[in-house]
Each structure stands twice: as structure tokens, then as C-alpha cells.
């Protein structure tokens, strides 16, 4: 965790060990009452976009027998949730990364929970789930991700499922844009929305690559999440500026993009102009599990040069083997007429 730490830029290391200690000590924990109204920390009527609706309420998720805890991975800046019904201690995972999976699984372990899904709010491009390698280690896992990510899974999700764990439960809001098999998950009450890459704080995810669409995502984040409750708190899958948490109020009042209209939201996406994502290309590796991702590997890696080795060294010139590597040169510089 250290050696990350310090790789990571000043602004995400801070952040890096200000969650590490939050998540020691606190978690960025928040329950609503389950009456059909949020009531942040008590008060029924605190104005959403007031600070009180963004304190961490542990107590108060816990009263509610929710655990929250937010976990930062900062070489991507992605965030991890782990929610569990503390009474009957059953967990899920919302977007788990590769690089802290023993983090996640020893926080578990120590907590005592039993996970039963870890969730992908969508196909990544940016980092390397750690869903597949969590299944192998942990019996009984199940993964789920949208039936339109185009990913493999145990459960394949759309609008309207839940994701049950104890007496808790998540809502599937289905939110393209970013990719077409995005989902925004909700919690029962209604007081949490883990937003993925479709809405971040004070901006959102990026449309210009795996089948991104501007305007889908302003009608997703318009239709889907702006008509959740003022006080609902956002949670998002990135932050490169060290924000934790918002509420969908302050977003429809305050997100720079959002509060355009449709034409000039589709125009400062198309001129974003953000660098490619370190990791783009790695998208669903793992995500289809180890093995597929072993075998394509091996295949790519292995298989195929070695099939080739066999195919050429089988040919003969004069009478004689040939060269791989000789006759490769050969055959491009003859394509290319050099
Ligand atoms: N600003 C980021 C750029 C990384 C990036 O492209 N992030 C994606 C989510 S992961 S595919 C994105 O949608 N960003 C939207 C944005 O407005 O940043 C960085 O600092 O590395």
C-alpha cells in the first residue's frame, strides 16, 4: 500500500492516506431512515446543500444495521464501496480493483462478512477489476455487471433488479453514456446512489470511447439520477481532486457540466480533449475471470508463435530449413517491395 502511495501524485497520496484512516476509524458511513424520507444525521429538514447532508453518519448507518466503508485505489483514483447488513453479515463489493485486493479481502476477513456479490458498476477501461480473482479465493461469490456491458458474469443485470444482501438491497438504475452497459446502484431508502463513471462529482464520465454517448449520458443523469431524492448522496466510481462524496441536489445545482443544456453538454464533451486512460486496452481483463484471461494469454503468448515457428520451419528453400525470423524479413520486404 505504501509503494502505491508513493508512486501516486501529492494530491492522491493525501487522499490515499486520508481514506486509509477513515476507513480504519470511521467509514464514510450514511443510512436513512427507511420511512420513506431522508433524514441526515436527524434533522428532517437540513438543507441538502448544506454540509450536514455530506457528514459521515456511521452511528446512523449502523442504527439503520447498514456498514458502509469507501476504499480508494489512487494509481486510478477508483473508488471501492463495500456495504453489509450488519446482522446477518452478508456483503458486496461495488467495483473492486486489482491492486487492493488483499486490502479488501482482509478488511472482510477482519469484519467478519461473508460477501456474497461483487458488482461492476460497468466495463472498465481504466483499471483491472479484481472480480474474477475474488471469486477464486472466495467460495460461493457471485459477479454481476449489466446484461448490455457485453462482459461475462454470474448475474447479468437490468433496470429494475436488486441486489439483495440481508435485509439490504441495491436497485439497478440502468445509466449509458459512458459505456452502454453502465449502472447506477441505489440503496433501498434511497439515501445512496453509487454512480459509477456516469455521474462524478461536479463533472462526469468521459463519452469519447467504448461506445460513449453524450447525449445518453445527459439523459441518463438527467431522467435517472437528478429525479432521485435532493438529499440522496452521490457516490462516484473516480475523483482525481480528493471530493469523497456529493448529494444529487448539489449536482443539479452545481455540476459545471450538467446544468447546460443538451446541445452545449454534447459540445464540451466532444471537446474534453482528455488523455487515454493509463491502463484503456486492459478493459475486461479479469473481468471474464482468470482462466479466459490465462488462456488468451497463453494463446496469444505462446500457442500462436509456436504455430508459427512450426508453419515456417516446415517450409524448405532449396532443400533446406528456413529461418522464422530470416523468413519473416524476407516475406515483409517482399510485401512492402523494398
Ligand atoms: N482526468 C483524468 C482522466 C482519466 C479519465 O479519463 N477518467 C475517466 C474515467 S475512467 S475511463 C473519465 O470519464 N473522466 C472524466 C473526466 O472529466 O475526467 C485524470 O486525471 O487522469
Redesign the pocket.
Known amino acids: 500500500m505504501c509503494s502505491i502511495i508513493n508512486k501516486a501524485r501529492p494530491v492522491h497520496r493525501a487522499l490515499a492516506l486520508t481514506l486509509r484512516l477513515r476507513t480504519n476509524t470511521e467509514g464514510s458511513s450514511y443510512a436513512a431512515a427507511d420511512r420513506g424520507h431522508f433524514s441526515p444525521c436527524g434533522g428532517a429538514d437540513v438543507d441538502p446543500l448544506r454540509a450536514a447532508s455530506r457528514r459521515y453518519c456511521s452511528r446512523m448507518a449502523l442504527s439503520q444495521g447498514l456498514l458502509f466503508r469507501q476504499l480508494f485505489e489512487p494509481e486510478s ?1 477508483t473508488y471501492t464501496y463495500l456495504l453489509a447488513d450488519t446482522s446477518t453479515k452478508e456483503a458486496v463489493l461495488i467495483d473492486p480493483v486489482l491492486e487492493p485486493l488483499d486490502r479488501a479481502l482482509t478488511l472482510l476477513h477482519e469484519l467478519g462478512f461473508n460477501l456474497k456479490v461483487a458488482v461492476n458498476t460497468h466495463c ?3 483499471h483491472i477489476t479484481s472480480t474474477g480473482l475474488m471469486k477464486k479465493r472466495l467460495a460461493g461469490l457471485k459477479s454481476a455487471i449489466s446484461k448490455f456491458s457485453g462482459a461475462s458474469a454470474d448475474i447479468h443485470l437490468s433496470e429494475g433488479d436488486k441486489i439483495t444482501f440481508g435485509k439490504q438491497y441495491l436497485t439497478v438504475v440502468e445509466t449509458p453514456g ?1 459505456t452502454d452497459g453502465c449502472v447506477t446502484l441505489v440503496t433501498g431508502d434511497r439515501s445512496m446512489a453509487f454512480t459509477g ?1 456516469a455521474l ?1 462529482i461536479r ?4 463519452t469519447d470511447f467504448q461506445q460513449g454517448s453524450a447525449k445518453k449520458l445527459y439523459q441518463s443523469i438527467h431522467q435517472k439520477i437528478f429525479t432521485l431524492p435532493d438529499h440522496c448522496l452521490i457516490y462516484p466510481g ?1 475523483d ?1 481532486k480528493g471530493q469523497t462524496a456529493s448529494t444529487v441536489a448539489e449536482e443539479r445545482k452545481f455540476n459545471p457540466r450538467l446544468t447546460k443544456s443538451l446541445e452545449e453538454f454534447v459540445d464540451i464533451m466532444n471537446n ?1 480533449n ?2 487515454k ?1 493509463k491502463k484503456i486496452g486492459m478493459t475486461s481483463h479479469f473481468l471474464y475471470g482468470p482462466v479466459t484471461s490465462y488462456a488468451l494469454l497463453i494463446t496469444i503468448g505462446v500457442v500462436l508463435p509456436l504455430l508459427l515457428h512450426h508453419f515456417f520451419f516446415s517450409l524448405r528453400e532449396d532443400g533446406k530449413d528456413i529461418c522464422t525470423i530470416r523468413f519473416i524479413t524476407l516475406y515483409c520486404c517482399e510485401c512492402l517491395r523494398i
Open positions: 483514483s472498465h477501461a481504466d459512458h463513471d462524478l463533472g462526469c464520465g468521459r473516480h482525481y474534453l482528455l488523455p486512460p
